[in-house]
């Protein structure tokens, strides 16, 4: 069956490192999408993809870094800049046709301490 | 920016009672979608409307485009324990604009007392 797959699922990392979150698809979707989630804050984009080589910065990027070398993946770097990065991360994907809704992965929650 | 203004934000309800939540922005959306977010997982699509006044049930849901396209509602019927969690609706202006994103309002967390 085809979905979306975030690695792992839990994450624990001193403060000051660097981590980077995984997700890939295997439903051909042409974009995919990274969210940060804190409670009460509903889901907030961080960047996303529309096209392998091409992303483009969300509402909350900075503190962040992607890539996107293959259809397939669109892993998320939260680099030591980010000053909150303890939070829930999802991963989404699109056909492009966004009237379809996006696909989430079951998201990895990150905690630094 | 578009902004989807989603309320109740917390919901508390006795097992057995029937739920309403609502979306609406200063917008116009041509799609509106509802998902739900089980504790710990990601959201799942469960309702999409397309047209203006259109009124889909899946099972116990039903949800609404309002004729206004500036609003939607989700009611869930006879609620049950696997209902709690985070509701979210979610519009989008224009399918076939690839820069174009989906806006998902803040939630309707639902709590179901025993």
């Known amino acids: 069956d085809g979905g979306i797959t975030q690695s792992p699922k839990y994450l624990f990392r001193k403060e000051g490192q660097n981590v980077t979150l995984s997700c890939e698809q295997n439903l051909n979707h042409d974009a995919m999408y990274w969210y940060r989630q804190d409670p009460g804050q509903g889901l907030r984009l961080i960047y996303y993809s529309q096209i392998v080589n091409d992303f483009q910065k969300g509402d909350i990027a900075e503190g962040y870094s992607v890539s996107r070398e293959k259809k397939e993946s669109f892993p998320l770097t939260v680099t030591s800049a980010q000053k909150n990065p303890t939070a829930f991360y999802l991963c989404a994907s699109s056909t492009g046709i966004l009237n379809y809704g996006y696909t989430f992965g079951s998201g990895t929650r990150l905690t630094v301490v | 920016g578009q902004q989807l203004n989603q309320s109740p934000q917390s919901m508390f309800i006795q097992e057995g009672e029937d739920v309403s939540m609502n979306c609406t922005s200063s917008?116009?959306?041509?799609?509106w979608l509802w998902y739900k977010q089980d504790p710990g997982e990601g959201p799942v699509l469960l309702i999409a409307l397309y047209k203006a006044g259109e009124l889909t049930s899946n099972g116990r849901l039903t949800a609404q485009f309002g004729i206004t396209r500036k609003d939607s509602f989700l009611n869930i019927s006879a609620s049950i324990p696997s209902d709690v969690g985070i509701y979210f609706c979610a519009g989008q202006t224009n399918a076939l604009n690839r820069d174009d994103k989906i806006i998902f309002g803040k939630g309707t967390r639902l709590h179901i007392l025993p």
């Open positions: 917008s116009i959306f041509n799609t």
